[in-house]
């Protein structure tokens, strides 16, 4: 019928302490959902946002405007023409599972001004490029746009800097 379960629990950290540790939860009380790495949620606590929350978590995204990195080449080739974000990510990094729909949603809103790429840092293709900018936490973010290499500072940003600092660095979008 396509209703999916949702299972809540509550982990006691002086019972739980390597699963809290492994998902570097050091805050309290916090909510997360997880269905590809971990979400957290930091709304107000009330029913109607945490229902927009979980719902935007659970709800599959069906189109995807994000191209897989090919060559450095390329993507410098592309940014003279129309500014590139690019993610940097590993497989395994839960913040880098977190963030790919909001990556996914922001590329489809700006598709028409902004190409949106992916590198995988662990892969053969994508190592060399990331080791190239030094990059030792994931995920991280840059824009390339005519020659240039912009820096954006997710950790310090919530969502909706996406829209903020592509705004702020790219050609005027109409929506």
């Known amino acids: 019928t396509g209703v999916r379960a949702l ?3 509550k982990c006691d950290f002086q019972l739980q302490e390597s699963v809290m540790a492994a998902n570097e939860l050091t805050e ?10 971990f979400a957290r949620y930091k709304g107000p606590l009330t029913a109607d946002d945490l229902h927009s929350f979980i719902q935007f978590q659970i709800t599959p995204l069906y189109t995807n405007d994000v191209y897989s990195f090919s060559s450095e080449q390329t993507l410098l080739s592309i940014s003279q023409q ?3 974000f690019v993610k940097f990510f590993a497989p395994w990094c839960m913040h880098s599972k ?7 949603m ?8 902004i190409q949106f790429v992916e590198v995988d840092c662990e892969s053969n293709q994508g190592r060399a490029f990331c080791s190239k900018f030094g990059l030792n936490s994931w995920p991280s973010f840059k ?15 919530q969502w909706q800097g ?3 600092f592509l705004a702020q660095h790219s050609p005027r979008q109409e929506l």
């Open 98 to 104: 977190a963030v790919k729909k909001r990556f996914q």
């Open 28 to 37: 309290f009380p916090q909510i997360y959902v997880s269905v590809e790495g």
């Open 106 to 113: 922001t590329a489809t809103k700006y598709k028409s001004s």
């Open 162 to 164: 996406f829209d903020d």
């Open 82 to 84: 129309i500014p590139v």
């Open 143 to 157: 824009l390339f746009t005519k020659g240039q290499t912009i820096d954006y500072d997710w950790e310090n940003l």
């Open 7 to 9: 299972n809540f629990f």
